[in-house]
C-alpha cells in the first residue's frame, strides 16, 4: 500500500534552507565543484574554549538525563544575559526559561503551545522558511505580511494592522533578519510592540543573529519592554558561537508558557544534549573568551559582506543591504527558483530560492564561507543574471 501522508502534514514541505545545503554536499561527494552560499552556517570551528568545557564535562559524566528544561546552570546564565538588558519589574528566573534542541525547537513548541486551529500569526516576509510551517503545523494560518522595497524589505506596525483581523493572535519577529540581513531598529521595535500589546497578541522574537550586527548593535525586544506577559524571546548557541551541531536553543517565556513548553518537550525529545549544555555554559559564562571569538567572527563576516557586496554594487545589482546576520538578499527580477537551479547546474553555486521565504523573485546567498568563495560565487551570480 503506498503511504499517504496524515493529514497533520498533508501541506508540509521540506525545509528548502537544508535542502539546498544538502544537494550541495550530495555534489561535492559525487566530484562536483560546488561553492555552498546556500547554508546558513557559521564556517568557523567552535572557540577551542567551548570544545575543552565540553570534554571536561564529559569526562565529569555529563552523559545521563537533565532535567527537561535543561541545567539550572544554564538557564542561570541565559537569565543573567536577559537581566542584563531586560529593565522589567518581573526579572528573568531559570524557571521562565526551557532549553532545547536548537532554537528550531524552541520555536516549534512555542507555535504548538500558544497558537491553534485557525488562529492567525501574522508572518513579516520574506521570513525564514520554517516560521510558516511551524505556525501551520500548529493549526493555525501563517499570514505573510510583506515588507516594501524602500524598507529593506521590513514590515511596519501599520502594515502589520492592516493585515491584523480579530483572529490575529501573534506576530514573529526576526532582527536581525534571516532571509534578509535587515535590522529593526529600537524605534521600529518599539511601534510593533505598542501595537501587539496594544491587540493582546503573542510577540514570538527570534534574536539567534542578535550578536551579528555590523553597522551598530542590534536591539533585543527585551531592552524595549516593561513587562513580558506576552512576550517569547528565542535564542541559542548555534550562531554567535559557531555551534550548530551542538544543538542548543531556548525560549525565555512567561512561567505559565515555560512550564507548557516543558511538558510538551518532556513528551518529545525530553532534555537537550546534556554534554551540549555544559558546553553552552561555557560560552554563556566566559564572557572575556566569548566576546573575542565572537568580535573576530564578526570581523570575518563583515569583511566578506562588503566584499560581496562591492561586487554587487559594481554590477548594479539589486539586493538589500544586510546590516545583521550573514545573509544578502538579491533581486533576480525573475523566477528565482529556476534562477537558483541554473546557478547550481551551470556556475557551481548553491543559493536559496527566494520562494523558501514567499518572495520569488529573490535568492538568499550566506556569506558565511570563506571569503574567496563568496567574491567567486557573488561574481559568477552576477555573470548568471
Ligand atoms: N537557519 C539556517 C538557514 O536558514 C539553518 C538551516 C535551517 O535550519 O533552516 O539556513
Not at 546534556?274 to 573575542?292: R, W
Not at 539589486?318 to 525573475?334: K, T
Request: aromatic share 8%; proline share 6%; hydrophobic share 50%.
Amino acid at each position: 500500500m503506498p503511504f499517504t501522508p496524515s493529514p497533520n502534514i498533508a501541506q508540509l514541505k521540506e525545509s528548502a534552507t537544508i535542502a539546498v545545503s544538502a544537494r550541495a554536499r550530495a555534489l561535492k561527494a559525487a566530484g562536483r565543484q560546488v561553492i555552498d552560499l546556500g547554508a546558513g552556517e557559521p564556517d568557523f570551528d567552535t572557540p577551542a574554549f567551548i570544545r575543552q568545557a565540553a570534554q571536561r564535562a564529559i569526562e565529569a559524566g555529563a552523559t545521563r538525563y537533565t532535567a527537561t528544561e535543561g541545567i539550572l546552570p544554564l538557564r542561570e546564565a541565559i537569565a543573567a544575559h536577559a537581566n542584563a538588558v531586560y529593565r522589567g519589574s518581573d526579572p528573568v528566573r531559570p524557571a521562565d526559561i526551557v532549553v532545547s534542541t536548537g532554537s528550531k525547537q524552541s520555536l516549534f513548541n512555542a507555535c504548538f503551545v500558544l497558537f491553534g486551529a485557525d488562529d492567525e500569526v501574522l508572518v513579516p516576509t520574506p521570513g525564514w522558511t520554517s516560521y510558516y510551517e511551524m505556525v501551520a503545523l500548529a493549526k493555525a494560518v501563517p499570514v505573510p505580511v510583506f515588507g516594501a522595497r524602500s524598507r529593506g524589505l521590513k514590515v511596519t506596525a501599520a502594515e502589520l494592522a492592516a493585515a491584523a483581523t480579530p483572529r490575529t493572535r501573534g506576530v514573529m519577529l526576526n532582527s536581525p533578519c534571516n532571509p534578509t540581513g535587515a535590522v529593526y531598529s529600537a524605534e521600529e521595535l518599539r511601534d510593533i510592540l505598542a501595537l501587539a500589546a496594544d491587540r493582546g497578541w503573542w510577540v514570538i522574537s527570534d534574536e539567534i543573529y542578535l550578536h551579528i550586527a555590523y553597522d551598530a548593535p542590534a536591539t533585543s525586544v527585551l531592552s524595549l519592554v516593561q513587562d513580558r506577559e506576552r512576550l517569547i524571546v528565542i535564542n541559542g548557541v548555534a550562531k554567535s558561537y559557531a555551534m550548530t551541531g551542538w544543538r542548543i536553543g531556548w525560549a525565555i517565556a512567561p512561567r505559565a508558557v515555560a512550564a507548557a513548553m516543558t511538558a510538551l518537550q518532556s513528551h518529545t525529545t525530553s532534555n537537550p544534549a546534556a554534554v551540549s549544555q555544559h558546553a553552552a555554559v561555557a560560552a554563556l559564562t566566559d564572557t572575556p573568551a566569548a566576546q573575542a571569538a565572537i568580535t573576530e567572527m564578526v570581523r570575518q563576516f563583515k569583511m566578506r559582506r562588503d566584499a560581496a557586496m562591492t561586487v554587487l554594487d559594481a554590477a548594479g545589482v539589486q539586493y538589500v543591504r544586510p546590516e545583521g546576520a550573514f545573509y544578502l538578499y538579491i533581486n533576480v527580477g525573475g523566477d528565482g527558483a529556476a534562477f537558483a537551479t541554473r546557478l547550481l547546474d551551470s556556475a557551481g553555486i548553491a543559493v536559496v530560492p527566494g520562494s523558501a521565504f514567499l518572495t520569488p523573485e529573490w535568492v538568499r546567498v550566506s556569506y558565511a564561507a570563506p571569503i574567496e568563495h563568496v567574491v567567486e560565487g557573488v561574481q559568477r551570480l552576477v555573470a548568471a543574471l
